[in-house]
C-alpha cells in the first residue's frame, strides 16, 4: 500500500514536471530570436503580433542586418533592453527598410494592446518611433466588369461625388431577410438581376391605357413599357404627354439598389443580398396619386382594398417620383401609415431646379428627401433643393460618362434585350440612398425610421467646395450620403456638460451633455456607470442623476456611449462635486461624567456628507454617516478620563469642504464638591417630586455633611450615583412606585434628621438600645410558650 | 371686282374660322397630361377628372346612387364612383357635361360638405430622371 502511494506520487510529479518544461517559452519557440511564434489566437479587433521599431542611429540596423540579423550579440542586447521596457518578451522577426526592425510579441494583442507597447517603447532614447505593424486588407472590388464607370459608388478620395461605398462593402453586402421596395413603373428582367431575389410584387395602375398591360390591377408587376408617340401626344387619352422612348425606369432604379453582383457581370448595385419588391404605379405618361398612395401602403405591408395581401413588407420605400403642389392628405397619409409601420421612404426632391417646398411627395412630412449631385460633388443642375432636403447622392449630370450606369432594357418601346445605360435625375440619386438605408437595416435591424433618417445625417460627409454649383446644408440637406459611416454609429464627442458644479448633498437633477454624434441610443454614463439618458438630438443629451451619485464630494468624469455597430465611448468631461462647509447644532449627550465607559456621541447639524469626519479636540474619530443632518461618532473612554470642556468639530474633505464652527462639550463630574448641597438624590427626588422637597434636602444634607467627607461614604455615593438613576426613572413613572418609595425612605430620612441633629454616636447608640430591647422581648415570649 | 371681295371675304373667314377651331382644340387639354397654365382653368365639356374623397365616419356607403345624386348636386357635374381606396378614401370621377367653373372650384365646394374630411384631385405623376 505504502509502495503503490509512493509511486502514484512519483508519476504525478513526473506529469507536473514535464508539463512545466514543455510549456517554457525557449522550448515552445516563442520568442526565440529568428523565427515567429505558433499561430496566435485572433484578437477581436484582428490586431497584430508585430511591433515596428525604427532606431535612431541606423548603424545599428546596417552592422545588425549585414551579419547573422537575430544573432547578432548587439541585437539581442538591444531585444532585452526593449523587453525589460515593454513589460513583455519581445523576439526578433526581421530588420526592414527605413532602418526599422520588425519584432515579434509573445501573441496576437488587439491595436489598443499593440499600441500601448509601442508608447513604452517610444520612451527608449534610441528609438526613433515604434508602431503596430498592422494589417492591411484590401476593400472589397466587385469583378463586375462595368464597376469602374460607376462612380458614384467610390470613396471621396478617388471620386469627390461618391458614396463611399467599397468600405461599407466590407461590413455588410446586405441581408436577404430584408425587403426595399421600388414604387416605379415595375420592372424588366434581366441577366444582372437576380430573379430568386425578387419577390412578388403587385400592378397597382388602376387605368388600363396608362398601364399598357391590357387591363388595370393586376399582380404583375413587370414594366411592359412607357412610349409615348407623336400621335398619342397629338390626342386622346395622352394628349400633351412627352414624346418617349420606353424609359424602363423601374429596372435602372432597381438595378441601381440590387444588381447582381461581383458575379462577372455588368454593373454593381448597393445591396448584393437583399430582396427586390416593385409595386408599378407609373405607365405611359406617369401614374396616378391615388394608385401611388395604394402602392405605399401595400408596400409596407398595410391593407389596401381589392388587392391581396403583401407576404413581402418593405423597410425601405423607393420612391422615385413626384409632382408639383403642396404634400396633400392622400400622400401625408400613406406616408404617415407607413412609417407607423416602420418603413423608410426615401423619395426623389425632383427636377426642376426649384425650391422642393412645391414638389411633392419631397415635401411631405417623415420622408426622406433626396438631392441630386454631381461628380464633383456640388448641386446637379436639375436638382431641386431647399431646407426639407435631408441628405444628397449621386444622380449625375454634364457628360454621359458623368450620369448614374444601371441596369436597363434595349427596347425602345415594347421590351427588348438586356442593357446597361446612364440615367441622371433625382430618380437615380434616391435609390442610393434606400439602398444606404437597406445596408444601414441590414447591420441593425431594430433601427427606427428617426433614427434611420438621424444617423444618416449625421454621417454624412461635407459638401465639396468650389465645384462651380456648390451644396451647403441649407439647401442640399445634412450632406452626401456616406455609405461606410451610417452603416455604423458614430463615435461621440463630447464638449461641454451643464451644470458642471454642484453642492454634494443635493437632490436628484438632470445633467445635460452637449457634443457631437449622439444617437438614440446614446448613453450617458457617470464615472463609467450608466445612467437614464434622454435623447435631446444629435448635439444634445440629457441624463437622470441621482442624490446619490453627488453624496459625497468628488471629480467625476462624464462620458458618452454609443453602442455598435461602430460607436464607442467619447471623451470625457469632468463634474465637481463640492462639499458643503459643514455646521453643528446640537450634540448629543453635551456632556458626560469622567471615568465612564465609550459611548457614541450624536452630532446633529447640517451639510454632512458621506466622507464627514467628527473631530474631538482636533482628532478624528471613528465617524457613521446617518444624514445630511446627524453624525454619529465612537468617542473612546480614553477620551474622558479627566474633566474638562472639549471642542467638537465635524470636517468635510475636498473638493471644497471645511470644518464646522466648535461646539463644547463638558466632561465633568455629575455631584458638586462636598457641603454645597449640589443635585443628586435620584430615587429621592423620584419618589418625593423635586430636589427641593425638604425630605429630599434632609438626604442631601445627610450625604454633604456625612458621607463625602469620608472615601467610604464618597464611594458609596458613587455607587449609588452610578446605579440609581434607571431606577428613579421607573419610580418617577408610576405613582404608586413613588407612593412606596416615600413609604420606604421614611425611616432612612429619619436617620438622617436624627444623625445631623444628635450625631452618629447618638443615633448608632439609640439604634443598638433598640436592637437590644427588641431581643431582650422575644426571648422572654420564647420562655412563655415553652412554660 | 365682286368675286375678288367674295373670296377674299371667304378666305378671311375660314382663316377666323381655322384659328376658331385651332383655338378651340388647344383649350382641351387631354386626359392625361400636366396643366402648364398656372391658375385655374374651366373644365370643359366631355372632360373628366378624378378626385380623391375621404368622408366622414357616418358615410356608411359612397357609391350608394342616390348619395352619388346628392354629390352631384353639390358640385352641378355627374359624379361617378370609380372604386374604394386605402386609408378609407374613395376614388370619384367627376364627368362634366355642360361646362363648368375649374377644378379647384369644384373640390372646393365638395370639401365645405359637412360628411367631407378631405378631397383632393387624383394628380397624375411622373418618374424624376430628366433628359
Known amino acids: 500500500m505504502k509502495k503503490k502511494a509512493i509511486g502514484l506520487l512519483l508519476f504525478l510529479a513526473a506529469v507536473v514536471l514535464g508539463g512545466l518544461v514543455v510549456m517554457h517559452p525557449s522550448v515552445s519557440g516563442a520568442g526565440s530570436s529568428g523565427g515567429p511564434s505558433a499561430a496566435p489566437s485572433c484578437a477581436a479587433d484582428g490586431g497584430t503580433d508585430r511591433i515596428i521599431v525604427a532606431y535612431r542611429d541606423p548603424s545599428f540596423v546596417r552592422s545588425a542586418a549585414a551579419t547573422l540579423q537575430g544573432a547578432h550579440p548587439a541585437v539581442s542586447e538591444r531585444i532585452r533592453g526593449l523587453s525589460a521596457r515593454a513589460g513583455l518578451e519581445l523576439a526578433h522577426f526581421r530588420f526592414m527598410s527605413g532602418n526599422a526592425h520588425v519584432l515579434q510579441l509573445p501573441r496576437r494583442m488587439t491595436t489598443a494592446e499593440a499600441n500601448a507597447v509601442a508608447a513604452a517603447l517610444k520612451k527608449d532614447p534610441a528609438v526613433l518611433y515604434a508602431e503596430p505593424d498592422a494589417r492591411m486588407k484590401p476593400l472589397l472590388v466587385p469583378n463586375d466588369p462595368r464597376y469602374a464607370e460607376q462612380w458614384h459608388y467610390q470613396a471621396p478620395a478617388v471620386v469627390p461625388g461618391g458614396i463611399n461605398l467599397p468600405a461599407a462593402w466590407d461590413k455588410t453586402t446586405g441581408a436577404a431577410d430584408l425587403v426595399v421596395a421600388v414604387i416605379d413603373t415595375g420592372y424588366r428582367p434581366h441577366a444582372d438581376i437576380d430573379s430568386s431575389r425578387i419577390v412578388p410584387g403587385y400592378d397597382f395602375i388602376s387605368d388600363a391605357l396608362t398601364a399598357n398591360d391590357g387591363d388595370g390591377r393586376d399582380p404583375d408587376p413587370a414594366d411592359p413599357g412607357d412610349w409615348i408617340t407623336a400621335d398619342e401626344s397629338a390626342s386622346g387619352h395622352f394628349l400633351g404627354c412627352d414624346v418617349t422612348n420606353s424609359s424602363w425606369h423601374g429596372t435602372h432604379v432597381g438595378g441601381t439598389i440590387g444588381a447582381k453582383t461581383n458575379n462577372g457581370l455588368g454593373v454593381a448595385g448597393v445591396n448584393w443580398t437583399s430582396r427586390i419588391l416593385h409595386a408599378r404605379v407609373l405607365g405611359k405618361c406617369g401614374g396616378y396619386l391615388s394608385d401611388i398612395a395604394d402602392a405605399i401602403r401595400w408596400s409596407a405591408g398595410l391593407d389596401v382594398p381589392g388587392v391581396p395581401a403583401n407576404g413581402h413588407p418593405a423597410k425601405v420605400l423607393n420612391m422615385s417620383l413626384g409632382g408639383s403642389g403642396l404634400c396633400g392628405a392622400t400622400y401625408q397619409g400613406a406616408i404617415n401609415a407607413a412609417v407607423a409601420a416602420g418603413a423608410v421612404v426615401v423619395v426623389a426632391a425632383g427636377n426642376s431646379n426649384m425650391d422642393v417646398a412645391n414638389a411633392r411627395p419631397a415635401n411631405c412630412d417623415n420622408v426622406i428627401a433626396v438631392a441630386a449631385t454631381n461628380r464633383a460633388g456640388g448641386r446637379a443642375s436639375y436638382s431641386n433643393y431647399g431646407t426639407k432636403i435631408k441628405i444628397a447622392a449621386p444622380g449625375g449630370d454634364g457628360a454621359t460618362a458623368d450620369s448614374v450606369l444601371s441596369t436597363l432594357n434595349a427596347g425602345t418601346t415594347t421590351p427588348g434585350a438586356d442593357s446597361y445605360a446612364y440615367y441622371r435625375g433625382t430618380s437615380m440619386a434616391t435609390p442610393h440612398v434606400a439602398g444606404v438605408v437597406s445596408l444601414m437595416l441590414s447591420r441593425t435591424p431594430a433601427l427606427t425610421p428617426a433614427q434611420v433618417l438621424t444617423r444618416l445625417q449625421s454621417t454624412a460627409r461635407s459638401f465639396p467646395t468650389q465645384t462651380g454649383s456648390d451644396c451647403t446644408t441649407a439647401i442640399c440637406g445634412a450632406g452626401i450620403v456616406n455609405a461606410a459611416a451610417a452603416i455604423e454609429n458614430p463615435a461621440p464627442a463630447t464638449t461641454g456638460i451643464q451644470p458642471s458644479l454642484v453642492v454634494a448633498g443635493g437632490n436628484a437633477f438632470a445633467l445635460t451633455v452637449n457634443g457631437n454624434n449622439f444617437v438614440a441610443d446614446s448613453v450617458v454614463r457617470w464615472n463609467g456607470a450608466d445612467r437614464q439618458t434622454t435623447f435631446v438630438s444629435t448635439t444634445q443629451l440629457t441624463a437622470d442623476i441621482p442624490a446619490g451619485d453627488t453624496a459625497t464630494g468628488a471629480v467625476i468624469p462624464v462620458t458618452v456611449f454609443n453602442p455598435t455597430p461602430g460607436g464607442g465611448t467619447s471623451n470625457a468631461q469632468n463634474i465637481t462635486v463640492n462639499n458643503p462647509v459643514p455646521e453643528i447644532t446640537s450634540l448629543s449627550p453635551s456632556s458626560k461624567a469622567p471615568g465612564g465607559s465609550g459611548f457614541t456621541l450624536t452630532v446633529n447639524g447640517n451639510g454632512f456628507v458621506g466622507a464627514s469626519v467628527v473631530r474631538w479636540n482636533g482628532a478624528a474619530r471613528a465617524t457613521t454617516f446617518v444624514s445630511s443632518t446627524k453624525l454619529t461618532a465612537f468617542i473612546l473612554a480614553a477620551d474622558i478620563t479627566d474633566e474638562g470642556d472639549i471642542l467638537i468639530t465635524v470636517f468635510n474633505p475636498a473638493p471644497a469642504g471645511g470644518v464646522s464652527a466648535a461646539k463644547t462639550f463638558s466632561v465633568k463630574k455629575i455631584l458638586a464638591a462636598a457641603g454645597s448641597g449640589g443635585g443628586g438624590c435620584f430615587i429621592a427626588t423620584a419618589a418625593f417630586g423635586t430636589p427641593s422637597e425638604k425630605h429630599v434636602a434632609l438626604l442631601r444634607a445627610f450625604r454633604d455633611r456625612c458621607l463625602l467627607p469620608s472615601k467610604a461614604g464618597r464611594a458609596f455615593v458613587d455607587f449609588y450615583y452610578a446605579v440609581s438613576p434607571p431606577i428613579a426613572e421607573v419610580i418617577a413613572g408610576h405613582e404608586a412606585l413613588r407612593f412606596v418609595t416615600r413609604l420606604g425612605l421614611l425611616p432612612l430620612v429619619g436617620a438622617a434628621y436624627l444623625t445631623l441633629h444628635l450625631g452618629a454616636a447618638s443615633v448608632l447608640g439609640g439604634a443598638l438600645a433598640l436592637f437590644l430591647a427588641a431581643l431582650a422581648m422575644w426571648r422572654i415570649r420564647r420562655k412563655t410558650a415553652e412554660a | ?131
Open chain 2, 1 to 131: 371686282m365682286k368675286i375678288k371681295v367674295l373670296k377674299t371675304s371667304s378666305s378671311f373667314l375660314t382663316g377666323l374660322l381655322l384659328a376658331a377651331w385651332l383655338c378651340g382644340c388647344a383649350a382641351l387639354p387631354g386626359a392625361f397630361a400636366e396643366s402648364a397654365t398656372p391658375g385655374k382653368q374651366p373644365l370643359q365639356r366631355g372632360q373628366s377628372v378624378q378626385v380623391i374623397i375621404q368622408f366622414k365616419g357616418d358615410v356608411a356607403d359612397p357609391s350608394r346612387p342616390d348619395f352619388l345624386a346628392d354629390l352631384s348636386r353639390t358640385v352641378a357635374v355627374r359624379v361617378a364612383y370609380v372604386r374604394p381606396m386605402s386609408g378609407s378614401a374613395h376614388v370619384l370621377r367627376l364627368e362634366v357635361g355642360e361646362d363648368a367653373g375649374p377644378i379647384e372650384d369644384l373640390l372646393a365646394k365638395l370639401s365645405q360638405r359637412p360628411d367631407v374630411l378631405f378631397v383632393e384631385q387624383d394628380a397624375v405623376m411622373r418618374h424624376q430622371q430628366t433628359k
